[in-house]
Every structure is written in C-alpha cells, then in structure tokens.
RNA sequence: GCUGAUGUAACUCAGCUGGAUAGAGUGCAUCCCUCCUAAGGAUGAAGCCGGAGGUUCGAAUCCUCUCAUCAGCGCCA
C-alpha cells in the first residue's frame, strides 16, 4: 500500500520539521501527468503556523529526503505552486511494492482488526408473490456487500428474511377459505394429518395473491377476512398453519430458483415466521421498561427525540385487532440475532423509502436496551427503480416485470452475441457450452449494470443498458480477463515460466503496477461507504488500462524472454485482482466468450 | 405542509472526509483488424457541476436560502 508507506514516511517529516503528524496524509496523485502521489498537507497547516504553505512543504520535504528509506524508493519529491507536495516513485520501488503484493496470499489485502459477526439483512421477497425487478437490488447489492466485507475478515451472515408472516399470508388463507371452504384446514373440528398434498400449485399461487390483494381494497369484508386470517395463523391456528406451510413450500422452489439463477445465495433462510417465538420476550423487555401503552386501540412504543426535526410516529408493536406487524417481527428478529450470533453490525439492505420505519425500529431497540451500544443497526438504502419516464419501472402492458423473465431476456441476448461471434471466429461451440456462457455473461451484464450506480440514487431500468455488451458494462471487463486467462493458458501451454517483474517498458504498465496498488484503498472505501460502486469503477479501470497493454505490447511475440517472463507475472497479478475484485461483485468469469 | 433524497456533457452516470486543467460510457466525427478475442484501441467536438449568497488561500464537494423532480409521513411490507 504505497500511500499508506507514503503517508508514515511524511508524517515522520512532518514532525520532524517540526509540524503536527496530522498534516503529513498522502494520496494518489488527482494529476497523473505531474505526479504519482501528493500531499497537500502543508496548505491547512500553513494556517496553524502562520507560514506561506511552500515554505513549509519545502522544510517537510527537506527532511523527507534526507531519511535513508527514501533515497531508494522516492524519484522525485518537490513543492508546486502554493504547497502541493508532488511525489514520483522509481521503477525499483514499484516493482517491489507490486512483486509483494502479488505474492502475498490476498494480493496485500488488510483485514479487519476487529473479526466481528455483521448480519446483512437482504432479499426480503414475499412469499407468494412472484420476484419481480424491484427485488433485483437489494440481492445484488446485499450480495455484493456480504462478499465485501468476508473478504474483508469479517464472519459475515446473509440472512434472506423472508416475508413469510404477515397481512399478505392472511390475505391468501383467506381467499383459499373462499374458494375452497371444504378443505381440512378449515374445519375446527379436523383431527387427522392434513394431506401432504398442497391444495394448489405455483401457478395457482402467483395468481391469488394479486386477485385477493385488488379485492381487499375495494371489499372491506374481504379485508377483514385477511386480518382475522392473519391473526388465527399468528396465534397458531393448526389448520392455517399447515396450509401456510404448504404456501411456503411450493413458494420457496420457485424463490431459490431465482435467487440460484443470480448467484445469490443466503447463511440463513429465515423469514419473519421464524422470529415468532421472540416475540414474547423482547415485547416483554418493552413492558418491563414501561415503553409499551395503548394508543388509538393499538400497543405503541415511542420512538420520537426533543431534537427531531419532524414527527416521527410510535412503532406500532400490536395493531389493535391484536396481530404483530412487520415491526414487531423486525425486532424479535432483533432479540433472535443478538441472542444467537451476538453480531456488531446488522446491516440492512431495503429500498430506501422503508427509512422511516427503520428510524422507528432502530430506536425502540436502542432506547430499550434490545442491543447494546457496541451493536450498530443500519440501513442501507437504494434509490427505487423506475422507468425511462421517471415513474416506477412497468412493463409495455403496465404490470410488473418478473424477475425471471428479465433474466431469460439477458441470458437470451448474451446467447445470440455469443453465437453470431462465435461464426465469425469460425469456431463452433457446443449447445451446453453456449448455454453456460450466455448465463454468466448475461449476469455479468445485469449485474455490473446496477452495481455501478451508486446505490442511493434512484434507478432508472433500461433494458438497453441492462443488455449492452459494448463500453463500460460487465462484458467488456469478462472480455479483458478472459483474455488475460487465454494468454496464460498459451503461456502455460508453450511450457513457459514466470519471471521477476522489470522495470516497466511503458506508461501503460507503470500506471498498471499503480492501479494493482490501489485494490486495498478501494476496497476499504467500498467498505467505509457500503458502496459496490467504487469496486465497478476499479475493475473497469484495470481492465482498460490492460485493453491499452495489449494495443502497445504483444506478449506473446516478445522476443526478449525476461521481459516475457515478467509480464507473464504481472498477467497472473492483474488477473487475480479481477478475480477477486468481480467476485465481491458476485460476477463470476467464464473460461472462454 | 413537514422531513429526506436527487439535480454534473445530447443521453445514462462517476467524482462529494474541500485541492492543481470536472471524468467515464453511449451517441456523434476521423482513423486502426496479415499479429495473444474489434464484445477492442487511438484522436476529436461536446459542461455558468439547477440558481443565488456565504465560509476558505482554494468549493461540483462544506453552510444558508431558493427552484425543480421523486419519496416518506400510525395500524401494508
């Protein structure tokens, strides 16, 4: 971590000209034409000791120079204009600095000093309803963040949370009772085993919940019906209970599908049904705090500050028909965690307009106690998904688009670009191949497509985008490693060896060996601000700065067989780093393309 | 109404813990495939960083006001 060595070397020149240590920060140069690194450090501190800024870099920079570690590793250190202190590194330093990181085990990756447990709470699909676009970022993006920080040394937990527990269940019991009141679920009296059977399939399934879910808005009885439904499976009705598994079960198939077809995967498949024996004890926490009053017929706890700016309402714990909420769910789920996994942080990965109701359950769990200081709760929020318009995204015929179907979409693109390139290479491969191809690409393309946003911002869902294979998307950078892999396999194949790295025989592979430093900032960024994004633009960068390699240098041809040897190891480097870098971003590579 | 988010090139977006000449991609214009994948490379045109004040040696970045868009604001998730 060259900045990191940088900033040690001039904050012991800071002191010892005599300025605070807090001056001497370095980063990468924002001026690559003039430098490699700088420190602007002596401007605010010209302030402190009332001195003209270059005065002062010139002291700092006096001392930088006379220290032994520096004559080897500095080429140029000078004051520029009011006070920048521009740093040029040699190529001997360079090449050590990379040969090391590419040597150590996870490319000189720093982990965390504090290995704690952080559970990242995402996904979040209901059961029953089908996973449409709108469940596409919190899974890529919970995904991309729970790979982060495991990269990162944490024990980290994906926990899916399903929302298998509220009015929507009820809503669906509910609308089966209509249709079908003669099932065994329904009769109180029914003392058998339920049929193994379940009384409907997934198609069955997808269809009711918007049928029942219209209805309810405009049919108060139908309405209520759901609540009291809701409420009896609360409260352990046998019969609703083993239909609700039955929903859950032929449910579940169709949501892992999905979820497998992203590569996404979760720790933990539990849902808000699985925080139900938690309730009790943490509303029991609440009594016992003498948070927990009756309000408009409801059990309320407040939340709201003297300093808030606006009104913030009470969390409601039971709604005043007496059924639990997705708050109540929320914070046993809470107890559940910290009784189980004892986590630092739970982080949690949902649309950022749910901020109010996380402000709500954050603080009643907080103020009462239900996790200690030394926890952190978090949300992480995205912008919402919209159209070309500007309005939430909606298909040509005004419905939601199904997540699978955009899947089918991408793959199927991936697929035809495959095939007309793979003709005019004048190669064939075979159908399954062609199939595993597509598949990967296609993700790739959906992926680094949303990833690369950052994630605050509100989304807009272009098609167009999510399929194109040219400029800044996921392809191209599968392209740029892929080739990378090809190369080394000629190599390998050619029975070739690797070779020290030499002074670089051009820019393109000096700022290569600079970029390959910067996969430790960039990853700690990532991390500080939860944010994908910052990993997207790295690997684009790495893998145009190797695209220009290519243009200027052929590998393979070069006659001087050192200079081969060596650039065959800054190939595995640059390749491990993509690797590494895609598969936080749960991109994964394919062989050839 | 209150609160929050967003406003950067024709389009889609980075950059925002203040630093030197604001960056990408797409699209547009001009070149480059006898040579490791042209899903590529090179060059160029394109910007009062929504507006107005302020803080600072220095502001797209911090503060205040203002306009626009979107979202949230008690028993859905």
Known sequence: MLTKKLTKLLKKAFIEAGYDSKYGEVVVSGRPDLCQFQCNGAMPAAKEYKKAPFIISDDVIEKLLSFEETKQYIKVAKTIKPGFINMTLTDECLIKNTTELGESNRLGIESTDTPSTIIIDYGGPNIAKPLHVGHLRTAIIGESIKRLFKFLGYNVIGDIHLGDWGLQMGMIISEIHRNQPTLPYFDSEFTGEYPIEPPFNLADLEEIYPRVSAKSKEDEQVYNEAKTATFELQQGNKGYLALWQHIMNVSLIDVKKNYQRLNVDFDLWYGESNSQQYIEPAVKVLKDNGSLYKSDGAMVVDVAKDDDKKEIPPLIIYKSDGSVIYGTTDLATIYQRMQDY????????????????????????????????????????????????????KTRAGGTLRLSDLIDLVEGNAKTKIETNAKERGFTPNADEIESISKVVG???????????????????????????????????????????????????????????????????????????????????????????????????????????????????EENQARKASWYTLLTYVLSTLINGLDILGITIPEKM
Do not use: W
């Open 342 to 393: 004892n986590p630092s942080h739970i982080l949690y990965v949902v649309d950022s307009r749910q901020a109010n109701h996380f402000t709500q359950v954050f603080r009643c769990a907080e103020d009462n106690k239900l996790v200690p200081r030394s926890t952190s709760l978090e949300h992480i929020g995205f912008g919402t998904m919209n159209g070309k318009d500007g309005k939430p995204f």
């Open 443 to 557: 993700l790739a393309t959906l992926k680094y497509a949303d990833l690369s946003n950052y994630r605050m911002k509100d989304y807009v869902f272009d098609l167009d985008k999510f399929s194109s294979f040219e400029g800044k998307t996921g392809p191209y950078i599968l392209y740029s490693t892929v080739r990378i892999k090809n190369i080394i396999r000629k190599l390998e194949s050619a029975g070739f060896n690797k070779g020290e790295l030499l002074i670089p025989a051009s820019q393109v592979e000096r700022d290569i060996l600079l970029k390959l430093d910067g996969f430790n900032n960039v990853l700690q960024m990532a991390a500080r601000d939860r944010a994908p994004n910052v990993i997207c633009e790295y690997v684009y960068e790495l893998a145009t700065l190797m695209s220009t390699f290519y243009h200027m240098h052929h590998i393979l041809n």
